[in-house]
């Protein structure tokens, strides 16, 4: 899966870290991702929303944390 080394965590791989990538493929999914046109007006907020939850709610059982 070359795709996942493009992001900042592939340099902790190659270090010998453990690190975890989470991604939404928003640059996959948004024509906008990373050029000018990549405004608060092209993002699709409810799904960042639902992303952030799933992400946090993750981490958390991850953790064995309780909220």
Do not use: C
């Not at 690190?19 to 046109?37: C, G, I, K, Q, S």
């Amino acid at each position: 899966m070359p795709h996942t080394r493009r992001s900042d965590h592939a340099s902790f791989w190659d270090a010998g870290y453990p690190a975890v990538m989470l991604t939404d493929t928003a640059n996959f999914r948004n024509p906008h991702y990373h050029r000018e046109t990549d405004t608060m007006d092209t993002l699709n907020l409810k799904f960042l929303s639902s992303v952030a939850a799933t992400v946090t709610a993750t981490v958390i059982q991850i953790a064995g944390a309780r909220p």
